[in-house]
């Protein structure tokens, strides 16, 4: 049986580049999608072997209604990506409990609810895949973005404390955390801004979705690789 693979927030950008990607190497893709509602659905008509499904992630019933229709209907889940997550960029004194609550729901809740509710399934077959997606901020924190920072931070956390909670269960997680890739959520960036950060970064180029979604396909294949946070960031941060 083809493997199952649940993507959060893969209607746009990243997400939609890795559902496209493994969809093309025979895998069933499970794409979520909240409000985006017209790119969830040419990209099941442009691409086999994906169905779409609508959830908002940060909302703890929808997710288990989601994973119950995946258990439902493909019988297990193989490989989770929580991909799903909002920005904003905000002096830190502007930032309101509302903003607060938004940010940590959407980034950080959404990554644990939607772990704890597949983790069910794959603890009883001793076996999964888990891929977090994160962001180069997470581990270095970014000036006016503190609280997406937090979120991130705290995705890599769960990953590296999970990693070796589900290590026994053999249940592989990881993250990937990218630099700045090309894709709406930078678009907050003007052109001489690019061109400056392009200026930073040693192979003077900002990533594509393609580049995350090559290391996605390496660790859903990898065997022995866990707890590890992976930044593609083009050598913007080396630690």
């Known amino acids: 049986m083809n493997k199952i693979v649940l993507i959060t927030g893969a209607s ?3 997400g939609r580049e890795i559902a496209k990607s493994l969809s093309q190497k025979g895998y069933q893709i499970i794409a979520n999608y909240n409000k985006s509602v017209e790119q969830a659905q040419k990209l099941r008509e442009e691409n086999i072997n994906i169905d779409i499904y609508k959830a908002d992630v940060s909302n703890r019933e929808e997710v288990h209604k989601m994973v119950q229709y995946i258990i439902n209907k493909y019988h297990k889940i193989d490989i989770l990506i929580n991909n799903a997550g909002i920005s904003e960029s905000k002096v830190f ?14 980034n950080l809740y959404s990554a644990f609810c939607t772990t704890q509710e597949v983790l069910n399934e794959m603890i009883k077959r001793k076996e999964g895949c888990i891929i977090n997606i994160s962001s180069i901020w997470g581990i270095v ?12 931070a705290g995705i890599d956390a769960m990953t590296k404390s999970l990693a070796k909670e589900l290590g026994p269960s053999n249940i592989r997680i990881n993250s990937i955390a990218p630099g700045i890739i090309d894709t709406d959520m930078n678009k907050i960036y003007n052109k001489k801004e690019i061109e400056d950060i392009k200026k930073e970064i040693p192979l003077e180029k900002i990533g594509k979705t393609t580049d995350i979604a090559k290391c996605v396909n390496w660790l859903v294949e990898d065997e022995y690789t866990t707890g590890q946070i992976i930044s593609i960031n083009g050598g913007w941060i080396i630690i």
Do not use: L
């Not at 004194?93 to 959407?106: E, G, H, P």
């Open 93 to 106: 004194t502007d930032v309101t409990d509302q903003d607060w609550n938004n940010m940590i729901n959407n």
């Open 141 to 152: 924190g970014s000036s006016c973005e503190t609280i997406y920072s937090i979120t991130k």
């Open 12 to 14: 746009r950008g990243i």
